[in-house]
């Protein structure tokens, strides 16, 4: 079965910093990764997702994804933090088995993202 | 092109009454699933459909129902609430990798239903 973590309930920076959100992931076939954002009292918007041999995937709204197979990590960054970056982020992985049809879409715990004035 | 529509956005239930979240997407999409969103604990899914006439267990299926007759809609059925069941549920649809229409295809969210039981 797939797990995904993210080992950071919040983060901050300051604006104009970079930021990198934090995500670990495990699955037994290919790793299909995602990454969301919510904005208070609203549904996940889709950001970003990973493609096959590329290690670094850009985004929406200047954000960008690094892969890295060997460490089983899927770290979302941005070079330079705005202020209505401020969100709930959410890092979600796929496991598609093939030879059946279970296809469950696991998100991890989320990390709020603050970003200082 | 409405995307994925969940009604209603507010619900109150006392223990023991049962009601149904409804989910209607208008993407054609085979994929569809739904989550319930507490704090610390992320979005947890609940049950998931790859097409019509299909449904399977997500992660935290008891106490839920689910039932896919169209492609479009995906109700979630609460038998007998219970005051564990208070959250907020989330449906999402997709294009499903096994059909070949889309490969690695993003979640399309709804804005969610807010349900409290007392």
């Known amino acids: 079965a797939q797990s995904v973590a993210q080992p950071e309930d919040q983060v901050k920076v300051a604006e104009g910093n970079p930021l990198t959100v934090k995500c670990t992931y495990s699955?037994?076939?290919?790793?299909?990764l995602f990454w969301y954002v919510q904005y208070p009292n609203r549904g996940l918007q889709f950001l970003l997702k990973?493609?096959?041999?590329?290690?670094l995937v850009k985004g929406s709204y200047g954000f960008e994804a690094e892969f890295n197979k060997s460490q089983t990590s899927f770290h979302l960054k941005k070079p330079s933090a705005l202020v209505s970056d401020s969100a709930l982020y959410f890092c979600a992985v796929r496991d598609r088995a093939r030879w059946n049809r279970d296809d469950k879409i696991i998100f991890g715990k989320g990390t709020r993202l603050h970003i200082l004035p | 092109n409405a995307g994925v529509t969940q009604t209603p956005k507010f619900q109150v239930l006392k223990t023991g009454q049962s009601m149904t979240l409804q989910c209607a997407q208008d993407m054609n999409h085979e994929y569809m699933s739904w989550y319930r969103q507490d704090p610390g604990m992320g979005l947890r899914l609940i049950h998931y459909?790859?097409?019509?006439?299909?449904?399977d267990q997500g992660e935290v299926p008891n106490g839920y129902n689910v039932s896919r007759s169209t492609t479009e809609d995906f109700p979630l059925r609460l038998l007998s609430a219970a005051p564990s069941q208070t959250s907020v549920y989330f449906c999402a649809s997709s294009y499903y990798i096994g059909s070949g229409s889309s490969y690695n295809s993003p979640l399309h969210f709804g804005n969610g239903t807010r349900l409290t039981v007392t």
């Open positions: 990973y493609i096959t041999g590329d290690n």
């Open positions: 699955v037994s076939g290919n790793p299909y």
């Open positions: 459909s790859v097409g019509a006439g299909i449904t």
